[in-house]
């Protein structure tokens, strides 16, 4: 009878032991989870927070202002457009096609 109460409170501290050991994992694993779900939130407020200024950056005021300042560059207007003729070329292209 003895072996057997020794055996019972060896089982019953055994699963003690383990009944503490879940709770703690279980804690932790909860604790971690919390933690992962707020670093979500926060790199998807950082994702929004970026996606407004990559659509401020390419405001096309923005990049008009960039190419003149930077480059150098000037609208275009009639008086400094340059208009090409091809009228020379069109008469040589027809006489290829009538030969063969």
Do not use: F, I
Request: no cysteine; net charge positive.
């Amino acid at each position: 009878m003895m072996r057997l109460n020794l055996v019972l409170l060896l089982g019953v501290l055994l699963s003690a032991l383990y009944l503490v050991n879940v709770q703690y994992e279980s804690r932790r694993v909860y604790s971690e989870l919390d933690r992962a779900q707020s670093q979500a939130l926060k790199l998807a407020a950082e994702n929004e927070r970026l996606q407004v200024e990559k659509r401020a950056q390419a405001t096309s005021a923005r990049v008009e202002s960039l190419a003149k300042s930077k480059l150098q560059m000037r609208a275009a207007t009639p008086a400094v457009t340059s208009y090409v003729s091809y009228a020379a070329a069109a008469p040589a292209s027809a006489a290829q096609v009538s030969q063969p």
